[in-house]
DNA sequence: GTAAGTGTTC
């Protein structure tokens, strides 16, 4: 009778699926006086995780006299589901300590451990329960135990260790090698992942499964390999596995980083569930890839059809109003994600941050960053940043300065940022602080830091101890290159970043690529080589086969213009193969400027009118080229039309250290308190110039300009 | 009972 009742309880317990049964079946328990049977004991325990409390599973547990190593299992396996994994180590603890009734720790527990170790990142706790797996027989550990500990040590960075514990089984199973593949891809060793891959399909002709080919999609995506992702995505269908959720959403993801956004779409298309995930990836993929349409349509039509989103969601949407530099919208997202109590996370408030400030309003983005509770390293990075794409770097310096008072350290990306903002202040003394403060904090070796160090160096003027730098560094990529011979060319020492190019190409493996050429053309320009600035143009589009952007043609344009080559610049603007942009029209009508040829001025100011009829330096540039001829009528409709369309002309600004300070200047500025010192050395500094027949012209003063436009 | 998927500053 007894054993009869107990199998139906069984039965019932299997059953069970809601808090309410789970209360119904706990009451059964007990008239049928079983509440002390270990059995119902575990399973009532591992009920109460699932529907009501952890509390109420721990009581369960504690009022069970019969511990035995299920009972513990469960309890252990429910603290660990609630990634409380401090609790979980400490209830191992007193499990091998005193607690335990009947047997020992088992192949079952060691996992749940080992995960809370992962967890945690506590590798030497892991290490101990190691070495309790290795006293044990070897034929009793089972591959859940070496897959946990594989995941331990690749959690912890270890994965020597990882492969070691690997190499202990004689036959691996998928899940044994799908954590080794994991544990490449997520330590930053992709190659090695898909190494692994290999070895178990090819060699030891293992199936894949989707968690196998999750694992190897990201690392496709590190490693920017379309090919090998679109193969995934064949096996996937032939597997008929496309009913994987999570390994559609890698793809998805994989297509999105590599730029193939017609697979991402018509994958999505085809995916016979969605999640919130899928959604915000394809957005993500929108935004990043500049397709910022589709971003805000493909988010509308979440809102439309009532789907959930979530902060990710919101991150990527914001970044397409930051793309498109779409105010409005970004405004109208920042109102929903409040609406939602989203804003206070961390990465929604940073990425409004980074839209705010790309969308040109730097009050709106501080509003958000002081609202926030807790800043980070990115949140700081990104309003620092933000500053000085607004022209406001000497906030940026504040920002920073907050920074290191709230503890808060920067990153390499931090740091890059913090480097630029200084470039733009051109701050000698500030730069070698901040020298200082790379070297303290261990970035010397970082090759982007590095870059934006001899950036900084170069446009402080002081190009020794930019090459100090560049040669200190022991790694040297094209972009620490590019940028020491930027930095010459920034020097006027267009040999000197030539001489520095051959080296590169003589001595290192590294291939230059289309910003080298920037740099190379640009130098060239600035001390007016203009055959050998052809020279490299033509080595570039024949020799590196490198198509030329539209930022080439303009230098070139600019190089021949300055020197006085205006039918040979002309004559390039007219061959080229795009149709020139308002920077080579620029160019041209700076040239036209500062060589007073009105007919090509007119030219130029023609089509950029079209161009970019809101611009108003160009129409200024035009009118200087007027005045100089006495044009005084033509001077006067265009000024009338600068009026009438209400264009402003942006204040170049100037800044100078001298001693400890930094002085700063616009055009005509008279707010310096030594103001009449200041014009007065100007004279006599023209008056001395035109003494040593410097061919300046105070007519057109375009020299500076014609950069700019 | 073990392995997996989207996001913030370059």
């Known amino acids: ?24 079946l706990q009451c059964l328990t007990l008239k049928l006086g079983l509440t002390h049977d270990s059995f119902f004991a575990t399973k009532l325990s591992a009920l109460h995780s699932k529907y009501t409390s952890l509390v109420q599973a721990h009581k369960v547990f504690d009022e069970t006299p019969t511990k035995t190593v299920h009972l513990w299992n469960a309890l252990l396996r429910s603290y660990c589901k609630e990634n ?63 897959a946990s500990l594989i995941e331990l040590y690749s959690k912890c960075g270890k994965m020597d260790e990882a492969f070691q514990v690997f190499l202990g089984f004689s036959q691996p199973d998928v899940v044994m090698w799908t954590s080794m593949i994991t544990g490449y891809e997520q330590n930053g060793n992709p190659e ?40 995934i995505h064949g096996f996937m269908i032939r597997r008929n596995l496309d009913y994987d959720l999570s390994l559609a ?80 919208e970004g405004k109208r997202i920042h109102e929903l994600v409040t609406r939602k109590g989203l804003e206070l996370d961390i990465s929604v408030s940073t990425a409004l941050i980074d839209m705010y400030m790309k969308c040109f309003s730097p009050e709106e983005a501080l509003y958000v960053f002081e609202k926030m ?96 730098v560049f040669e200190e560094l022991k790694v040297k990529d094209i972009v620490t290159w590019s940028a020491i011979i930027a930095g010459y060319g920034i020097q006027g020492q267009g040999r000197e970043a030539l001489k520095l190019f051959n080296k590169m190409i003589e001595t290192s493996e590294v291939m230059p690529n289309e910003v080298t050429f920037l740099s190379l053309l640009s130098a060239c320009s600035h001390a007016g080589l203009i055959e050998e600035g052809i ?55 700076g040239a036209a400027c500062i060589h007073h040829k009105s007919e090509l001025g007119e030219i130029a100011a023609k089509n950029l009118f079209k161009l970019d009829p809101n611009n108003a330096g160009y ?26 369309k209400r264009l402003k002309k942006m204040f170049g600004e100037s800044v100078i250290e001298a001693g400890n300070e930094v002085h700063s200047f616009v055009a005509n ?16 500094l023209n008056v001395n110039m035109r003494d040593e027949s410097y061919s300046s012209n105070s007519k057109s003063c375009l020299q500076g300009t014609v950069e700019i436009v």
Not at 669 to 684: A, F, G, M, P, V
């Open 249 to 328: 959403n890698s793809l998805l993801n994989l297509y999105g980083k590599t730029g193939s956004v017609n697979a991402a779409a018509k994958l999505f298309e085809g995916m016979p569930t969605k999640d919130v995930i899928s959604w915000s990836s394809l957005i993500a993929c929108y935004s990043q890839n500049g397709l910022t349409a589709e971003a805000l349509n493909l988010f509308n039509e979440m809102i439309d059809r009532k789907i959930k989103f979530n902060s990710v969601t919101a991150v990527g949407v914001l970044q397409a109003c930051a793309v498109a530099c779409n105010l409005e």
């Open 669 to 684: 500025d008279r707010l310096h308190s030594e103001c009449d010192q200041i014009y007065r050395l100007l004279r006599n």
């Open 84 to 146: 409380q994994w401090k609790q979980t180590l400490y209830l191992f603890h007193d499990m091998v300590s005193y607690g335990i009734t009947k047997g020992k720790p088992d192949n079952y527990t060691i996992p749940i451990v080992l995960k809370a170790c992962a967890g945690l990142q506590a590798l030497e706790f892991g290490k101990m329960v190691h070495g309790f797996v290795e006293k044990m027989e070897k034929t009793d550990v089972d591959m859940f135990v070496g």
């Open 373 to 468: 509770p807790k800043k980070d390293v990115v949140s700081c990075a990104a309003l620092l940043s933000g500053y000085s794409t607004n022209g406001m770097s000497f906030k940026s310096m504040g920002t920073f300065n907050t920074m290191r008072l709230n503890n808060i350290k920067p990153d390499a990306v931090a740091m890059v940022k913090i480097l630029v903002s200084c470039s733009d202040l051109g701050i000698l003394q500030q730069a070698l602080c901040l020298h200082d403060y790379v070297i303290k904090t261990g970035f010397t070796n970082n090759i982007f830091v590095g870059a934006s160090l001899i950036e900084l160096y170069s446009k402080c003027g002081n190009i020794v101890n930019a090459m100090k």
């Open 535 to 589: 020279n490299i143009f033509n080595m570039m589009l024949h020799k590196y086969r490198i198509k030329p952007m539209m930022e080439h043609y303009s230098i070139i344009v600019d190089l021949l213009g300055r020197t006085g080559e205006l039918d040979r610049a002309l004559n390039f603007v007219e061959k080229m193969p795009i149709p020139a942009g308002p920077h080579v029209w620029g160019a041209l009508l």
């Open 192 to 231: 090695k992942a898909v190494d692994f891959f290999s070895q178990m399909v090819m060699i030891e002709h293992l199936n894949p499964d989707p968690v196998t080919l999750v694992s190897l999609a990201s690392a496709c995506t590190q490693l920017s390999d379309s090919k090998l992702g679109s193969s």
């Open 619 to 644: 129409h200024i540039l035009l009118s200087k080229i007027y005045a100089v001829e006495k044009n005084w009528d033509n001077v006067g409709k265009l000024r009338d039309m600068v009026k009438e």
């Open 1 to 24: 009778m007894k054993s009869s009742s107990r199998d139906q309880l069984v039965r019932l317990f299997e059953k069970c699926n809601s808090s309410k049964i789970l209360a119904q």
